[in-house]
Every structure is written in C-alpha cells, then in structure tokens.
C-alpha cells in the first residue's frame, strides 16, 4: 500500500514562511500556507535585505537565484571603518578564496566573475517571484487574507482525504513573526533582552562611493550601515538611541539630509530620500523550545538579533535550509515525521545561538568609546587588516553561518 503523502501548514507568507512553503513542497510534502494579509500587502513593504552565501545557496537550490539575478545588487567589497578610533579595514571578494584554509575551513562560497562577498534584494521583486511560485505550485494550497489557524493541529479540515484516525497535518510552521500568535498559543517561553539602541532604514540617492562596495560603520552611538541597491540607490540602517531616531523619523527631508551627512564618511554625500525613513526598536530574542509536538518555530517567530551585519534574514533562512533537509528525510522514510520537531529544534541551537551571542558581543564591543575597551578594539582591527587567514575565516563565518564554518 502506497504510503500517506505527509502535510504541513505554514503560519504566515512573509519571505521566510513562502520559502518554507517552498522548500517543504519541493521536499514532497504538501503544503497550506495561510496570512491574514492578501497578496497585495504582503508585496507592500520598503525595505531591502542583504544576503549572504547561506542563503544564496538556499535560493539556488529552489530554483529562485537566477529570476532574481536582475534584481540582485552585489557588492564585492565591504569597509569596516570604527569611526572612535579612525582605523578601516577591508574585505573583498579576495577574501572568500580557500587556497590556504584546511578542509575543515572550506565553505560554499561563489567564485568566478560572480563572486560577491554579498548581495542585496529588495522586498518587491523577492515577494513577487515568491508569490508567483506559491500560486504555480500544485502540492501549495495558498489561502491569503484569512485568520491564522490554531496551532495544534486538527481543527482544519486537510488538503486531501486522510485516514480518520489521523491529525489532517503532520507538522505546523510557525513563520508569522515576532510577535507570533501561533508561538503565544502554544505556550513556548520567549526570552527578550531589549538594546538601548533602535534601528532605522531608509533608502537615498547616495554619491561618493563605487556602486558595488558596501559600509559597515562602527560609531558610538551604534551601527551604521550603507548598502548598494543599484545605480546611485542606497539601503541605510542606521542604529542608535531609539528616542534619536524618533526624533530623526519626524524631520523633514532636508533636515534629515542635514542630520545624515553628519554621520556618513566625508567622501558620501546623501542627495535625496527615496522612502520615508522608518524606525523601531530593537532587541536580542530566543524562544525555547523551538519546537514542540508538532509545531516547529522559524524565522522571527523563533528569534531576532540587532541588524549588525546584516544577519537576521540569513539566521531565518538556514532555519528553513534545516528545515527542507529534515522535511525531504522524512517524506523518503529515513526520519519519523514525529521526530522532526525535535530534530529541529536541537539541530538549529547552535547557529542561533553563536550569531546572537556574536552581534551582541558587536554592539557591546563597538558601540562606546570606554577607554578599556578601544585598545582591545585596535588590537582587533589590527589583526584583521594584516592577517588574511583571519579576514577569511571572519568572512565565512558571517556569510556561511559560524556552524557550517565548523562543520566544514
């Protein structure tokens, strides 16, 4: 007798939850995706995302990164500049070579005349292709516009006939976010350490820089970081004080020019506010369990870290990579459907937890100019500017995840 074809429901059709849907129906399950929002909100957001050689990977993998290609902004080079000190220190696409690492310091990175050290993305076109394949998919039920469903499953009736002795669903994604209803519902503890930072984004027309470098400035009051959207359009996030940026979120465009050009580097000079510059809070988050039963966390439902190297989105998608590996292992036999929560939520700690624990060590190192503290941080960028081992391994451990670094 042919065996049952397992069923998901994944909560929530952000960038994360349509990847998930994705990976799990190419992982030959079949899938429900629910979002009270329709489709039409889900593609209305300003914002851009960097990506990483993890995540690329991912896309690659389902069939994503080359419809996107035309949208991609790579940069080849990334300025690491700790504005108390005056000391700058570069990365470049040089610095993903693996001529002079053992096997154990070999990690997928690109090559060749597309070799980046990272790309990034804007949410439209990201939300529009992962719609489109969310609609085209026949294992995808897409149900927009309606009521998240209870987190245990059971209560909905399944996408096709099943036994009656059986739950209609054999795993619940929870992929709506960080204040996830389905992760409240199902009672998993959420553990929270707000920053005394905020962060705000904005996109300007931007000159001073070559179109395929990016910025990650280290200044007292927090991270500042310029990102390259193609032509003379750029990404900022710009971290400090959430009160300040409350403040600098109400100016007027000229004022808030005013206000920019006083933190960027002399040779950038912002010329014009493409979007409404828009701020929020940020805190360090982990929900544990990851999982339980048979609902599985992902993405900012199970975790957010401060935006300081451009991290968070990268940290979501590995967890749908793990998940899709899982998922495909389970629907070939060789894992019990029932043991991939578990096998999740244990299998994903590490990674989480390195990367939290690394932007906050960041922020907490950086953002301050404590005289204890500057010696070691000249001492730090000292060594990365002179040791291209180091600059390497750095690299891989920010574009791979520090556990596929690792792992080798």
């Known amino acids: 007798m042919e065996s049952q074809q397992l069923q998901a429901r994944v909560h929530g059709a952000g960038p994360t939850g349509a990847l998930a849907a994705l990976a799990l129906a190419q992982a030959g399950w079949r899938v429900e995706l629910l979002d009270p929002l329709d489709a039409a909100a889900l593609g209305q957001r300003s914002r851009a995302y960097a990506l990483t050689h993890s995540s690329r990977e991912l896309l690659e993998g389902l069939g994503l990164w080359q419809p996107l290609a035309a949208h991609l902004a790579p940069f080849r080079r990334l300025e690491l500049c700790d504005r108390a000190l005056h000391r700058q220190v570069s ?7 693996t001529a002079d690492l053992g096997p154990a310091d070999r990690v997928g990175t690109a090559h060749g005349a597309d070799a980046a050290v990272g790309w990034v993305l804007q949410h439209g076109p990201l939300m529009a292709l992962l719609l489109e394949r969310l609609q085209a998919d026949p294992a995808i039920t897409l149900r927009l516009g309606e009521p998240l469903a209870p987190a245990e499953p059971g209560s909905q009736e399944p996408t096709t006939p099943r036994p009656a002795n059986r739950d209609p669903f054999d795993l619940v994604v929870a992929a709506d976010g960080s204040a996830s209803p389905t992760r409240r519902q199902a009672g998993l503890a959420w553990y929270s350490r707000p920053y005394r930072q905020g962060c705000l984004t904005v996109q300007v027309r931007l000159r001073g820089s070559a179109p395929d470098q990016a910025w990650e ?29 409350r403040q600098l979120e109400a100016l007027d465009p000229v004022a808030f020019l005013d206000q920019l050009a006083g933190v960027l580097p002399e040779q950038l000079q912002a010329e014009a506010l493409l979007d409404q510059p828009r701020a929020w809070p940020v805190a360090l988050e982990l929900a544990w369990p990851l999982a339980r039963r048979r609902l599985v966390l992902v993405g900012e439902a199970a975790h957010r870290c401060h935006p300081v190297g451009g991290q968070g989105l990268n940290l979501c998608w590995r967890d749908v ?3 899709q590996r899982l998922a495909a292992r389970a629907a070939a036999g060789r894992l019990r459907p029932s043991a991939l929560p578990r096998a999740y939520g244990w299998g994903r700690l590490p ?5 939290l624990l690394a932007t906050d060590a960041l922020v907490r190192l950086f953002s301050n100019r404590h ?38």
């Open 321 to 323: 990579a793990l998940l």
């Open 91 to 97: 990365f470049s696409t040089a610095d993903l070579g």
């Open 371 to 408: 005289p204890l503290l500057l010696p070691l941080r000249r001492l730090a960028l000292a060594a990365l500017a002179r040791m291209a081992r180091l600059r390497r391994l750095s690299l891989a451990a920010m574009t791979d995840g520090p556990c596929r670094l690792r792992r080798g």
């Open 351 to 355: 990674d989480l937890l390195a990367i």
């Open 217 to 245: 400035l280290f200044r007292p009051e927090g991270p500042f970081a310029v990102l390259p959207l193609g032509g003379d359009a750029w990404q900022l996030v710009w971290s400090a004080p959430l009160q300040r940026l």
